[in-house]
């Protein structure tokens, strides 16, 4: 492995990334073939996994007490888990849920295996191998939401507000990167990343997050 931790990131980004063609949903949304059916289970999932992964993150700040650059990764993600549900309720109303629709929701157990398996690493992991194994697997989620919101937009005609939710994630964010980097190159430093089991780490957390998609798809 790359002995930098910008070298790192890099490279289990790279090595980790899917098979483009492994995602059955978002192909259908970007154009326009998803019925507003499947699009209102996407937002539906959501509203379980946003609050589940913020609870999730919060934890794992909580462990990092002895890593202050992992428990700041983990609060910021906490706190955009927050501003992302804050922009979930717009994109649910586009997609004609209502309020006792969402309250009669059976979740699908493999759009629920990633924020599940998000929790698990939150009781077992190391919070520096966490940090590599999830900043991998995130590179992956912006990239299809950026694609959700630009099909929404152009086939079904969702609104800016309607949108925002993916826009949210698929937005750069360098300080986020900038705290990912910091938080692992501690963990090179003081020996607590253990880059084989981050890997690992990283390599499930894709294959639930390919199990969400297709779940839906």
Same mark, same amino acid.
């Given at each position: 492995?790359?002995?930098? !931790?910008?070298?790192?990131?890099?490279?289990?980004?790279?090595?980790?990334?899917?098979?483009?063609?492994?995602?059955?949903?978002?192909?259908?949304?970007?154009?326009?073939?998803?019925?507003?059916?499947?699009?209102?289970?996407l937002a539906l999932e959501q509203?379980?996994?946003?609050?589940?992964?913020?609870?999730?993150?919060?934890?794992?700040?909580?462990?990092?007490?002895?890593?202050? !650059?992992?428990?700041?990764?983990?609060?910021?993600?906490?706190?955009?888990?927050?501003?992302? /549900?804050?922009?979930?309720?717009?994109?649910?109303?586009?997609?004609?849920?209502?309020?006792?629709?969402?309250?009669?929701?059976?979740?699908?157990?493999? @759009?629920?295996? #990633?924020?599940? #398996?998000?929790?698990?690493?939150?009781?077992?992991?190391?919070?520096?191998?966490?940090?590599?194994?999830?900043?991998?697997?995130?590179?992956?989620?912006?990239?299809?939401?950026?694609?959700?919101?630009?099909?929404?937009?152009?086939? #079904?005609?969702?609104?800016?507000?309607? @949108? !925002?939710?993916?826009?949210?994630? !698929?937005?750069?964010?360098?300080?986020?990167?900038?705290?990912?980097t910091a938080a692992v190159q501690?963990?090179?430093?003081?020996?607590?990343?253990?880059?084989?089991? /981050?890997?690992?780490?990283?390599?499930?957390?894709?294959?639930?997050?390919?199990?969400?998609?297709?779940?839906?798809?």
């Amino acid at each position: 492995m790359p002995g930098t !931790a910008a070298e790192m990131l890099k490279t289990t980004r790279s090595e980790l990334a899917p098979n483009p063609n492994a995602n059955p949903l978002v192909p259908l949304v970007a154009s326009g073939r998803a019925s507003l059916e499947t699009l209102a289970a996407l937002a539906l999932e959501q509203h379980q996994v946003i609050p589940a992964d913020r609870r999730a993150f919060l934890h794992l700040a909580q462990r990092a007490s002895e890593e202050p !650059a992992a428990a700041g990764f983990f609060t910021m993600l906490a706190e955009g888990e927050e501003l992302a /549900a804050e922009r979930l309720g717009a994109f649910t109303e586009a997609c004609e849920v209502d309020e006792e629709r969402m309250q009669a929701y059976e979740p699908l157990p493999g @759009c629920q295996a #990633y924020p599940a #398996y998000i929790s698990w690493l939150a009781l077992n992991a190391t919070p520096t191998d966490a940090v590599l194994a999830i900043t991998a697997n995130f590179a992956t989620w912006g990239t299809y939401c950026a694609t959700i919101a630009q099909g929404l937009r152009t086939h #079904y005609g969702f609104t800016d507000e309607a @949108c !925002a939710f993916f826009d949210f994630f !698929a937005e750069p964010a360098p300080a986020l990167e900038e705290q990912a980097t910091a938080a692992v190159q501690a963990g090179l430093d003081t020996g607590r990343l253990n880059t084989g089991l /981050a890997y690992s780490y990283g390599r499930l957390l894709q294959a639930y997050e390919a199990m969400f998609w297709s779940s839906l798809g």
